[in-house]
Nanobody, 125 residues
Framework: QLQLMESGGGLVQPGGSLRLSCAAS????????IAWFRQVPGKEREGISC????GLNRNYDGRFTISRDTAKKTVYLRMNSLNYEDTAVYYC??????????????????????WGQGIQVTVSS
């Protein structure tokens, strides 16, 4: 089955940027909606961005941009202007949605059945 693994996290200063990567194996990205979530300490899991199997993205925070490279089977999350409140464990997740014309995170993360292990992002000076 589809497997996901995040990378690219770590420590960044306030105002800085990071690019997270989500590497997929076992299937093509073009069969799945892919999303980024984060678990903020003490809070519920929060949806950040998603990209549909057809390639249409949706970013719920203007500082963050999701993209994909289908040849590399990798989805990215570019994060700019990071602040202390962005400190969290970031997860990528996938929903089997071939030919989906759009994605949404408004209904939460229940539709996303495949998950990476998560990666820590810490914003600190």
């Amino acid at each position: 089955q589809l497997q996901l693994m995040e990378s690219g996290g770590g420590l960044v200063q306030p105002g800085g940027s990071l690019r997270l990567s989500c590497a997929a194996s076992g299937s093509t990205l073009e069969h799945y909606n892919i999303a980024w979530f984060r678990q903020v300490p003490g809070k519920e899991r929060e949806g950040i961005s998603c990209i549909s199997s057809s390639g249409l993205n949706r970013n719920y925070d203007g500082r963050f941009t999701i993209s994909r490279d289908t040849a590399k089977k990798t989805v990215y999350l570019r994060m700019n202007s990071l602040n202390y409140e962005d400190t969290a464990v970031y997860y990528c997740a996938a929903d089997w949605s071939p030919l989906a014309t759009f994605c949404t995170l408004l209904s939460g993360h229940g539709r996303y059945k495949f998950w990476g292990q998560g990666i820590q992002v810490t914003v600190s000076s």
